[in-house]
């Protein structure tokens, strides 16, 4: 089946600096993914829409300028926390859909961020 | 818009049926969904259903959907200590709605 790779799974950044993350999708073209984050036992909260050739759709409350998401080509989006704090720390998880999809059927396995 | 609200613990024992309930607010959702999370990892897809259905068996796993009620279980048979995860319920939407996730326990 269709695989979502995320890149890396676990990464640990001082203060003040960024942290590109990686979706991938390996054997299918992605015009739309989704990137969410995730607090300890509680469940996703959608932060942005990944689209395609185009900017990103932002969910309220969510900063454009220090989540900055590019999707430069059909099987590549990247989310770059700019000049983390410890209070970004979490899990963040993005997910892909098919062009003939039922549904985001496929997830990255997840990037666990620690900023110290 | 769409609310999805689930229980958020369930305990079993090994081989015992395990039931995760869920409820949703928007009828007009095409699809129901269930997808499993195992701890530090991504979500995967166990199975989903699409509203005009009442019921979807897949090997140990049963869907029962409630259109009126707006009520949607997951049924897992013979429930295994591998089933230990976090089962979240998502309605179809754009992009989709989920619920809080429920953390289901297997007690060998």
């Known amino acids: 089946g269709a695989v979502v790779s995320q890149h890396p799974s676990r990464v640990i950044c001082k203060s003040g600096t960024s942290v590109k993350i990686e979706c991938r999708s390996l054997?299918?073209?992605?015009?739309?993914m989704f990137w969410y984050r995730q607090f300890p036992k509680q469940s996703l909260m959608l932060m942005a829409t990944s689209n395609e050739g185009s900017k990103a759709t932002y969910e309220q409350g969510v900063e454009k300028d220090k989540f900055l998401i590019n999707h430069a080509s059909l099987t590549l989006s990247t989310l770059t926390v700019t000049s983390a704090h410890p209070e970004d720390s979490s899990f963040y998880i993005c997910?892909?859909?098919?062009?003939?999809?039922?549904?985001?059927?496929?997830f990255g396995q997840g990037t666990r961020l620690t900023v110290v | 818009g769409e609310d999805v609200e689930q229980s958020l613990f369930l305990s079993v024992r090994e081989g015992d049926s395990s039931v995760i309930n869920c409820t949703y607010t928007?009828?007009?959702?095409?699809?129901l969904y269930w997808y499993k999370q195992e701890p530090g990892a991504g979500l995967q897809l166990l199975t989903y259903?699409?509203?005009?259905?009442d019921m979807k068996q897949d090997q140990r796993l049963t869907v029962l959907l409630n259109k009126k009620d707006k009520h949607l279980s997951l049924r897992i048979a013979d429930t295994q200590t591998g089933d230990s995860a976090i089962y979240f319920c998502a309605a179809s939407s754009t992009p989709l709605v989920f619920g809080k996730g429920t953390r289901l326990s297997v007690i060998a």
């Open positions: 259903i699409f509203s005009n259905m």
């Open positions: 997910s892909a859909r098919e062009p003939q999809g039922v549904t985001e059927a496929f």
């Open positions: 054997d299918f073209q992605a015009t739309t």
């Open positions: 928007d009828s007009s959702s095409t699809y």
